[in-house]
Each structure stands twice: as C-alpha cells, then as structure tokens.
C-alpha cells in the first residue's frame, strides 16, 4: 500500500506516521506537508532516512505539485491531516482557513479522481457541530448532529466535510470522513490549551485561562486517535462518517489545576483573562457507531496519558523551547496582550 498523508509534520498527522509506520511496516508512507508555523521537521526525525518514509514540501492548494505527486506515487490511500488547525487563528484573519481547510481539499480529492484512489480520508473534527449546554450532560454528538459551526475555523472543516460527502455522490469518490474529539500527546504545537499551559508551568509564567475555565471538551490521547483512523480507512464503509472520542470530559479549569498539581507549581499562576468569541461551551462524542463496526476503543486513560503526555514536555524540552523561541514570542504577545497576559 502506498499512503499520502498530508500535514504529517503537524501533531496528529506525525503521530499517525509514527504508528502507521510501526504498525504496518509493509506500507510505504508519503508525507505532504507545506510546513508552516505548525509545521516542524524536527518532528519526523525518527522517521526521514526509512526507506518506506519519503517526505515532500507541498502545498495542499497547489493543483500542479499535488497533481505530480499522486502520479509519481500512485498512492492507494490519501489521509488529510492538513489544515489550519487552531481556532484564535481563525478568529484573526479566517481567509487562510478557507484556502487551505476547503480549497486544499478539493485539489486533493480532484487528483483522487483524476489518478484513481482506493480511499480518500478526511480527518475532521467534533467542532463542526457546534457546542452543547453544559446543563444538558445526557446530550453527545452523534454521526447525525446537525452541522452548526460557530468559528470560522469549524466551518471551513464543516465546508471541507460537505464537499467530501459531496464528491462521494456525485463522483463516486470512495471517501470516508472521521469527527474526533480534542486530542493531546506528543508534539501537540504549544499554542493548544494543554501543552501551552505545561510550557508556562515550566517557565513559571500565567497560565491564562479564557473566561472563567468552565468549557468543558472531551480529550483523548493522540495515539488512541491514530488507531481508529487506521480501522477507518481499511475497515470503515466508503460514505460513512465515523464520529471518534473516548468520553472523557473535562472542565479547562480543572485541566490547568491538574497540571499545576503534577508539576508541583501554584495555582496562583492561573490568570483568567479575556473570553474567546463565540466560546463554544461543551463537546461531547458518541463513539457508539465506530465501536460498533469497527470494534475501536479509546486504550489509554486520561489519568495515565496527561502523565505521559507531561513526561514528553519534561523530556523533549528542546523541541518546543525552540518553538516558543522564535515566531511563537509575537503570536503569543499579540494573542495575549489584549487578554491580560502577556508575560511570556
Ligand atoms: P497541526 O496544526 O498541528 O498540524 C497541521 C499540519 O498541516 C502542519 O504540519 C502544517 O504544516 C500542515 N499544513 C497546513 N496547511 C497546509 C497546506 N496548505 N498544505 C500542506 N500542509 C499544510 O494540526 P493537528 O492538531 O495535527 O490537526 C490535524 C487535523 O486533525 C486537522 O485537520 C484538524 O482539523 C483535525 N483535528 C484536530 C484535533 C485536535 O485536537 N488537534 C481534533 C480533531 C480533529
Ligand atoms: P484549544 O486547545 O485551542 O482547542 P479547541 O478550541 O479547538 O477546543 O482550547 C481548548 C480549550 O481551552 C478551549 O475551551 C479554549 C481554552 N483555552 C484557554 O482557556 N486558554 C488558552 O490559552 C488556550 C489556548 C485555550
């Protein structure tokens, strides 16, 4: 099997590499990555000189370089991990959202069918169907949750969604499409609320909270993710979605607190600050249909991986101090200026 995947030096998509590559060694792994801020080579060090493991500097968008690519390597599968991933970015400037999160897609299923494809994977997210009320915890996002985005991040993914689904009917396009929950683990980029709360633990810097830290989200471990993507694209029904979480919801507030608590530093460095917009409340996964075709469950608790997931922080120092060392200093001083804590 040949497999592209787009956006492998991201979090998730490097940590799909990773298991991909250990869990089916006969497969040949093709990264497409355009590299951007969230982007990291580093990451993939591990992984470069494989012989079954070839990287590629491309942008999703660009028709011509994708085009090339799918004919030198006539891939079987394509996983789209590549997107614009982090909603305050969104909430800034939303147009390279839409140029990557949409447009990219498209030129990605158009060269699936041009070239022919066994599977097109579409890693989506929870967000698009928007929040839950945090009175109504008997409530959970199923496979048939209406769509109701709130930030232009969850409707340029809601976007790509339709267009997917869109692309299976009308063109036949063997395409399926996953909707998981937060995810955390190793190289999540320090800008996401857990690694950047270890970040500012570590550095004894406000731990800025949004609002009053009461949102809650349904958090599960990185690899546990991989796994359910690899059910999916090899067991999964062609036009299906396949909602994936591990039903572990968690408050902001008590997130920060616990990581506070494991690495022995005061909750006097919480700062609550200005509220996102348009905060979305509560997520919540019905894995119900992934469990019940495809026999997936989450393996790792939370307890056990926010343990890991710290212990990576505390052992990889060099590969996020390096990030937060450079372009990352004037997202964070913009970001969080405004907000009340800019005490990087
Ligand atoms: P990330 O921001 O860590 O990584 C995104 C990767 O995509 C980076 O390597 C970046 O360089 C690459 N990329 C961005 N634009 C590109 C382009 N135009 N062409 C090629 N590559 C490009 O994101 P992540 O957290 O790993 O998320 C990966 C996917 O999973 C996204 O589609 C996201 O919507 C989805 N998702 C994320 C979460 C989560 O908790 N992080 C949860 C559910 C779904
Ligand atoms: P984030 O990691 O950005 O993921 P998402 O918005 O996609 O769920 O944020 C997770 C939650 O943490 C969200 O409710 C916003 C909140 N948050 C903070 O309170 N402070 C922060 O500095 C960040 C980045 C997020």
């Not at 990555?33 to 968008?61: E, H, Q, W």
């Not at 990889?316 to 964070?332: K, L, V």
Request: aromatic share 10%.
């Amino acid at each position: 099997m040949n497999i592209i995947v787009t956006g492998g030096a991201g979090f998730i998509g490097s940590n799909f590499i990773f298991h991909m590559l250990e869990a089916h060694p006969d497969y040949r792994i093709i990264c497409l990555d355009k590299l951007t801020y969230a982007g990291n080579l580093s990451t993939l060090k591990s992984v470069m000189d494989k012989p079954n493991f070839r990287f590629v500097k491309l942008d999703i968008c660009d028709r011509a370089g994708v085009y090339k690519l799918f004919e030198e390597e006539k891939p079987d599968i394509v996983v789209n991990f590549a997107a614009e991933s982090h909603v305050d970015r969104s909430i800034e400037d939303p147009s390279v959202f839409l140029q990557t999160n949409i447009i990219g897609t498209s030129v990605l299923m158009d060269a699936c069918r041009k070239y022919g494809i066994k599977r097109y994977h579409q890693v989506s997210t929870d967000e698009v169907y928007g929040d839950l009320p945090l009175d109504r915890p008997d409530l959970f996002f199923t496979e048939e949750t209406p769509i109701h985005t709130s930030s232009p991040y969850s409707s340029s993914k809601a976007g790509a969604d339709l267009l997917v689904m869109a692309y299976h009917r009308t063109f036949g396009l063997p395409a399926t499409i996953s909707r998981c929950s937060n995810n955390y683990g190793p190289y999540h980029f320090p800008e996401k609320l857990i690694p950047l709360m270890i970040a500012n633990c570590l550095n004894d810097k406000p731990l800025p909270v949004y609002g009053e830290g009461l949102n809650v989200r349904d958090w599960l471990y990185v690899e546990d993710h991989c796994k359910a993507i690899d059910l999916v694209i090899h067991k999964g029904r062609v036009g299906e979605i396949y909602n994936i979480g591990g039903h572990n919801e968690m408050k902001n507030i008590d997130i920060v607190k616990l990581i506070c608590k494991e690495l022995g530093k005061p909750e006097s460095l919480i700062t609550h600050v200005k509220d996102r917009l348009g905060h979305d409340m509560r997520y919540a996964i019905d894995p119900t249909k992934i469990h019940n075709e495809l026999g997936w469950l989450p393996e790792t608790k939370f307890a056990d991986g926010i343990k890991k997931t710290i212990k990576w922080y505390l052992d990889n120092r060099g590969w996020w101090e390096e990030i937060i060392s450079g372009e990352y200093q004037n997202y964070y001083k913009k970001m969080y200026a405004d907000r009340g804590s800019s005490d990087i």
